[in-house]
């Protein structure tokens, strides 16, 4: 029984397409978050939602737009998708905000060709 | 701006030998300090925390060191084994509502 699930695993596109990422914890944790891997192998936080609101949203591009409908779900719709966009994203989930450890799915790789 | 540095992208160790990781952080507001392990193709796993007013966190062979004065923390790992190979991620993170901020990990290697 997945505790973070996201969907889909791989996801191959071509440039200026749109495409979502959907994510879904059963945890009961009030904090969702979007992070992505590139390819130095950094994980950087995008975004944060704590309870269906936007808590933390670093500088990413207004391309990339969250959305929550419920606390357990938390997806991530891009627009216009350029080849920098090609990373693996990865969403988490976390009882609090802050001093949390995080629970992560297991990435989608997000090719753009 | 890397406020969370692993300097060595990958380890190899002996089974059964310690494996020692390392990482050192620039922004003295952390205070808690998380590792993670990640398999591939699967999402980073929690494996043990330390926070500031603790120098040492254990839970079985996985063991945590925190030198606030030097802004280092090391993972040690004894005895090794071989399902240890994975990636690992050091993570710091602050006061109030502040994300996670990771490492690029350390590759080790535990060879039978």
Redesign the interface.
């Known amino acids: 029984d997945t505790a973070?699930s996201q969907t889909p695993?791989y996801l191959v596109t071509q440039m200026g397409n749109d495409k979502s990422i959907k994510c879904e914890q059963n945890l009961g944790h009030d904090t969702m978050?979007w992070?992505k891997q590139d390819s130095?192998?950094?994980?950087?936080?995008m975004f944060?939602y704590?309870n269906k609101e936007l808590?933390?949203n670093?500088t990413v591009p207004n391309r990339f737009s969250p959305k929550s409908p419920d606390k357990a779900h938390l997806n991530l719709h891009i627009n216009s998708l350029e080849l920098g966009d090609s990373a693996v994203y990865?969403c988490?989930s976390s009882q609090g905000?802050?001093?949390e450890?995080?629970?992560?799915?297991?990435?989608t790789q997000l090719s753009v060709l | 701006d890397q406020q969370v540095k692993q300097n060595s992208p990958s380890l190899s160790v002996q089974e059964g030998r310690i494996s020692i990781l390392n990482c050192d952080y620039t922004n003295s507001m952390f205070d808690y300090f998380l590792w993670y392990k990640k398999y591939p193709a699967e999402g980073p796993t929690f494996l043990i925390s330390i926070s500031s007013i603790k120098d040492k966190n254990e839970d079985g062979r996985f063991t945590v060191f925190l030198n606030k004065s030097a802004k280092h923390l090391s993972l040690h790992i004894v005895p090794s084994q071989p399902g240890d190979s994975a990636v690992y991620f050091c993570a710091a993170s602050g006061a109030g509502n502040t994300p996670l901020v990771f490492g690029k990990g350390t590759r080790l290697s535990v060879i039978a």
């Open positions: 973070v695993k978050y992070y130095k192998k950094f994980l950087k936080i944060s704590n808590i933390i670093e990865f988490a905000a802050g001093y450890k995080l629970f992560f799915g297991s990435g």
